[in-house]
């Protein structure tokens, strides 16, 4: 009798295998009929039985099931199988299938992420590109800059939560978006290029066209990741956490420059000049000669009524950067700030004929010490603004030639 059940079951064991073959080389039917709803749907009658199928036929099985998904476009579905089967066939020490998978897998990936590429940069659907992305670095978890491009998108969808979430992803795998680049220089024209991988540069270096290898670490984009986090969380309203987010970062980075011009830029953003200022002074002597720096310290105490330090500032910011446009502006605006107290003065004075006169006298002086830096400004960087202070500065000091030219080059510009 006992041998009689083991001939059965033997036969129940044989005919579940023809099955399995037999429902295998149905899919692969119709896959090549471009049938994947019907291949999916004999995937899906196998799903139950195939854990105790011969491992050939389960290796199979995860190939075809990858090819399926794949043709429905069910990218994430498609990649966990070939997943699936690489983790299997390294399991079991014997590859049937992952060789003809990679390329598929791959060329899966690259059909996502172009797909993210296309929508982002022709069709500025900020939305789509950003599932895209992150749809890519779900695929091919080694390629964490999908990922920063999600977050990127999302941003600029104006999709708030889901740029927070992204970021959030980022910062718990540590990444950092540095980079290693390989460089060789062309000898047929003297050029250093960057050769994509180190493979394909040693290759050419081989080849006898390149020389001079080398290999650069791009700067990572840490800092720009903690600026856009604790920015989406200040526009939703979460400031504490805004804060928090970008002092935990300088906290591990101290001497970062970057963090700290961020942080400063959120304080900015935020009304508090106070700590903004306080901020500056730290760049300032992380990186003394960054004119810059300067140049925002002289906007910071100016706002907050040290206009004396502020001229030093500028003045500090022009010495380092001589064609600073900006700085030359500011620092006549500043000592042009000493007119309002000359003209309320006279505004009292107006039958005081004497004081009045000394007081005009000193009014001219302010606008002779402010002209060189607003002629300088105008010269580096025209713009309506100057032309229209130079024209009234040179009529008040009574220069009828340059005040003609410039009232002529104002109604122009008008």
Known sequence: MRKQVLAISLGLLTLGAFAQKKELRSIEKALK????????????????????????YKAKY????????????????????????FDFEKKIGKERYSAEARPKL???IQSVSERAINLYNKEKNFGEASKYFYLTYKLSPRDTAFAYNAAVSATQAKDYDGAINYYKELLSIG???KEVQYFAVNKSTGKEENLGSKTQRDLLVKSGK????????????????????????????????????????????KN???????????????????????????AV??????????????????????????AKYYKKAIELKPDYADAYMNLSVVILDKEKAIVEEMNKNL???????????????????????LEKADSLNRSIDTVKSLMSIYEVLEMEAKAKEFRDLYKSMR
Do not use: C, H
Not at 73 to 84: C, G, R, V
Not at 237 to 247: L, P, R
């Open 106 to 108: 791959d060329k899966l």
């Open 33 to 56: 009929n471009n049938d994947f709803t019907g291949a999916l749907t004999i995937v899906n009658s196998l799903d139950g039985s195939i854990e105790s199928a011969d491992d050939k």
């Open 175 to 177: 990444y950092t978006g």
């Open 351 to 373: 039958s005081n004929f004497k004081k009045y006169d000394e007081l005009a006298l000193k009014q001219k002086g302010v606008y002779k010490e402010a002209l060189p830096y």
């Open 256 to 282: 970062d420059l970057n963090l700290i011009l961020n942080e400063a830029q959120l304080y900015i953003e935020l009304g508090k000049m106070d700590k903004f200022g306080e901020l500056m002074n730290e």
């Open 285 to 310: 002597a992380l990186d003394p000669n960054n004119p810059t720096l300067y140049y925002n310290l002289g906007v910071v105490n100016f706002n907050q009524g040290r206009a004396e330090d502020a």
């Open 210 to 253: 390149y020389s001079n290898p080398s290999q650069k670490t791009t700067e990572g984009k840490t800092a720009s990741i903690m600026k856009n986090f604790a920015l989406l969380l200040k526009e939703q309203g979460k400031t504490d956490e805004a804060i928090a987010a970008i002092s935990e970062a300088r906290k591990a980075n």
């Open 62 to 85: 995860y190939f075809l099931k990858g090819q399926a998904f794949a043709g429905k476009k069910e990218y994430q579905k498609a990649a966990d199988s070939f997943n699936q089967l």
